[in-house]
């Protein structure tokens, strides 16, 4: 591609921390996100989140994210904890793309694309609650705007001027890289010339009795009592996910843009594509190994060679079987030196945790090291790359939805040493 | 690059199907739409009591969908099975073939504002009552806004694209737009897009907290409107490549010429002062399809009964459209069947189809007294014959969202 499609912006809230650099700092040692929430925690702010903590077990909580640092609108008081992170997420990663203010004819030129599998699931849960105690004509006016899946979105929109086209899309656990897919397109069609692709997605009551009651969470998720009883009776349990929460958003413009502005970049991106295998109504596919090869044909696209993946496995035996899939086939093609990390396993499941993926495929190409991963007690799973050349991000729903996103390393100068970046943080 | 319309390949429509409180056919609309009487009545399908609404555009006759999979037959919301009703019509009307010859190339986008909420409320509400989830659990699979668009494609065994907007009431009509430039980029041939949703507690009970829905069946436009009435019911079109469709033999109903997406960045819930994201919209529609506002002869508007909509939807149409806003047709159809939501934009366009290709504008219901602010034509009461060239479609949505769609006659 002549003028390849880059991300000159990065942004993230979530369990392994605020801020693009602290999180890679944090992604890079190692760190896991995953925790029981404290009586003392942030993420219990008041009128922000009332999950009592004795109800659940340990989960990638976000850590470390005051709201008021980051949101200046005086419509932050009516944000659920959604629109926090994501707000937050979005005016981080403009901030780091030096866009900030944003001109009028740029803000009328600059997008903004959110993947969320189910939005503000807590205040859904708090306004349903009041509905069936009191009766229907309890609905809350305040909190009824929230609800709707791209609230956050219009708040992001609200806080920075996004005047362009303003997009969220759902698609299970693929949605922040369906949102990146997206974004992509409205940038290749010329719908705008600067686009923010972000996920977000918290944790809610109402998830995770679903879950539970589907059996699919893993025992530590659970209060103990409860952990202990699905542990004993492990024959019921039909998968092991543990929830997570975040947003994390990237900004994409074309190289020639970003040049123009004088902005280097983390990262191009080669190829983001949806497709799809056959699989059940509401369930993933079958065939892991032919899920793989059709990942692998939408990500074809001219250019090096596969240094890393970048897997979403999250404890579903399906979606972890893909990443394996994927693996085998990209080793079999004689990729000895392959990295791999399933970042999920340090932050937790959310539908759009591909978005945070996406950011840390950025910065460790930027970064010039894909970090190896252990298996939680020290043993190795996979080796650090250096120098990596090309990131695949593997993202898949159930439906047989995929959705690979290919990022390539850049030939500028890196954005950990760049003066361009007002962000405060390094890598 | 961004695309050459001079070279990128033109999409048309070659198939529609609806389901609406006028019935599950697009041959109900259509009789709706050239009728004078409104489909909104007394709603069935949950309590309302306490509440000073009690009317909205339910689904009456829900048939079976004959391509609901086996293994979503117990699982299946009522959004999935309006999706699928009208699919099934929509591919019929299309004259395509399953199985695909290269599913590969056919693309699903479709939009969905609350999925299958009501199947979650009810688990919900027994969760809360401590009553054992039961059957309720069952349906979670489906609970998200992404299961319509999921069960369209499995039940077509569509492999392209695949895409779930949610933006509130445009979800519609940015899955169209989205599924237009996924023909346009040449990453599919065919794309089956539209809407669904149905009603639900908490979006019924929502829009009557914020005290914007109307006891009586919607006004939009007129002096004395109240506010919106709900509907329910989804819209699917079959958009392809115009080559793809000549090369089969396929009847062309209309172009999709193009669509314009932009965002107020004002307000959670209203519309901007200066309509400025309506305006944006408008603007980028008629840009992208190629169009002169003098080419316009149809609107089809948001038009929801709302005070600050219909004014502000007016004012954009004046701005954009400028001298040619007067002689303009405008009609809501959100009079007779209530406002879908996710599904709006979809069966909207499914409505600007159908009158561009019976060239005719369906009225705009209990239009009374017109508000001094909405001067335009709206066409009251009755339809009217009207040679259709190119017509618009609006949909606007929380969270400032705004989408403008342009389609013409083929």
């Not at chain 1, 609108?73 to 944000?79: A, F, G, H, N, V």
């Not at chain 2, 479709?110 to 054992?132: D, F, K, N």
Request: a neutral charge; aromatic letters at 4%; charged letters at 20%.
């Amino acid at each position: 591609m002549s003028d390849p499609i880059v991300v000159t912006g990065i942004g993230a809230v979530c369990p392994l921390g605020t801020g693009g650099r602290a999180v890679w700092r944090a992604f890079a040692a190692g760190e896991s996100g995953i925790r029981a929430l404290e009586a003392t925690d942030e993420r219990l702010e008041r009128g922000v989140d009332v999950t009592p903590p004795a109800e659940v077990g340990r989960a990638g909580w976000v850590r470390g994210f005051r709201p008021r640092e980051h949101i200046v609108s005086p419509q932050l008081r009516r944000m659920d904890w959604c629109s926090r992170m994501l707000v937050a997420a979005v005016r981080q990663a403009f901030d780091d793309a030096v866009t900030l203010p944003l001109s009028e004819p740029l803000s009328l030129r600059t997008a903004l694309v959110v993947g969320s599998c189910f939005g503000n699931q807590r205040e859904t849960a708090v306004y349903l609650q009041r509905v069936f105690a009191a009766g229907p004509g309890a609905g809350q006016p305040l909190l009824f705007p929230n609800l709707v899946l791209n609230a956050a979105a219009g708040y992001a929109a609200i806080e920075l001027d996004l005047q362009g086209p303003n997009v969220c899309v759902a698609e299970h656990e693929a949605s922040g890289e369906a949102a990146l897919a997206t974004a992509v397109d409205l940038l290749s069609t010329g719908a705008c010339d600067v686009v923010c692709a972000a996920g977000v997605d918290e944790i809610g009551s109402l998830q995770l009795d679903a879950l539970a009651d589907l059996r699919l969470l893993h025992p530590d998720a659970l209060p103990a009592e409860r952990g202990a009883r699905a542990r004993r009776a492990h024959r019921g349990q039909r998968g092991a996910i543990i929830p997570g929460e975040g947003a994390a958003a990237l900004v994409l413009e074309r190289a020639s843009h970003a040049r123009a502005r004088g902005v280097a970049s983390y990262a191009s991106i080669a190829a983001a594509r949806i497709g799809a295998i056959a699989a059940p109504p509401y369930g993933f596919a079958r065939d892991a190994a032919a899920a793989a090869d059709r990942l692998l044909a939408l990500a074809e696209t001219p250019g090096p060679a596969i240094s890393g993946v970048v897997g979403g496995a999250n404890g579903l035996a399906a979606r972890d079987a893909l990443d394996r899939a994927v693996l085998h086939r990209l080793t079999g093609a004689g990729a000895a030196t392959l990295g791999y990390v399933a970042f999920r396993r340090l932050v937790g499941d959310w539908g759009a945790a591909g978005a945070l993926g996406a950011v840390l495929a950025a910065m460790a190409l930027d970064a010039r090291v894909l970090p190896g991963q252990d298996d939680g007690t020290g043993n190795a799973i996979s080796p650090a790359v250096h120098d990596p050349q090309r990131l695949l991000l593997v993202g898949a729903a159930r439906g047989g939805v995929l959705v690979p996103v290919v990022f390539d390393r850049t030939t500028g100068p890196s954005r950990c040493s760049s003066t361009a970046s007002t962000s405060s943080s390094s890598c | 690059m961004p695309e050459n319309r001079s070279t990128r390949p033109r999409v048309v429509v070659t198939g529609i199907g609806a389901i609406t409180a006028a019935g599950p056919t697009v041959a109900a609309l259509r009789a709706a739409l050239h009728g004078e009487a409104t489909c909104i009545g007394p709603l069935t399908l949950f309590d309302t009591e306490g509440l000073k609404v009690h009317i909205a555009g339910e689904v009456r006759e829900l048939p079976p969908a004959g391509l609901l999979p086996r293994a979503a037959r117990v699982r299946a919301s009522r959004s999935d099975r309006f999706a699928l009703v009208a699919l099934e019509e929509a591919l019929r009307g299309s004259g395509l073939r399953l199985p695909f010859t290269d599913p590969a190339r056919v693309g699903v986008a479709v939009g969905s504002s609350t999925g299958g909420m009501l199947e979650t409320e009810a688990y919900y509400q027994r969760r809360l009552t401590r009553r054992p989830a039961g059957a309720s659990r069952t349906c979670l699979a489906a609970a998200t806004v992404a299961a319509p668009a999921g069960l369209v494609a499995a039940a077509i065994g569509a492999l392209g694209p695949r895409l779930s907007p949610s933006t509130a009431c445009s979800s519609g009509a940015i899955a169209l737009a989205m599924a237009a430039s996924w023909i346009r980029s040449g990453a599919a041939d065919v794309v089956v897009a539209g809407g669904s949703d149905a009603l639900t507690r908490m979006t019924f009970t929502g829009f009557h907290a914020l005290q914007a829905m109307s006891s009586e069946p919607c006004r939009p436009f007129d002096l004395q409107r109240r506010g919106l009435s709900l509907g329910e019911g989804a819209g699917i079109l079959v958009l392809e490549a115009e080559e793809h469709a000549h090369r089969r033999g396929a009847t062309v109903l209309a172009e999709f010429a193009g669509a314009g997406l932009s965002c107020d960045a004002s307000h959670p819930t209203a519309p901007h002062a200066e309509a400025r994201g309506a305006v944006h919209a408008l603007q980028r529609a008629l840009h992208d399809a190629g169009a002169d506002s003098h080419e316009i002869d149809y609107v089809n508007a948001h038009g929801t009964g709302t005070v600050h909509n219909d004014a502000s939807e007016t004012f954009a149409l004046k701005r954009v459209l400028g001298e040619a806003a007067g002689r303009v047709a405008i009609s809501s159809t959100k009079s007779l069947i209530g406002h879908l939501l996710g599904a709006a934009g979809a069966v909207e366009a499914i409505a600007t189809v159908i009158a561009i290709n019976d060239r005719y504008a369906p009225p705009t219901l209990h239009l009374r007294e017109r508000d001094p602010a909405c001067d335009l034509d709206y066409v009251p009461n009755r339809g009217r014959p009207l040679e259709i060239r190119s017509a618009l479609s609006n949909s606007y949505g929380f969270g400032g969202n705004n989408c403008s769609l342009v389609l013409r006659r083929a």
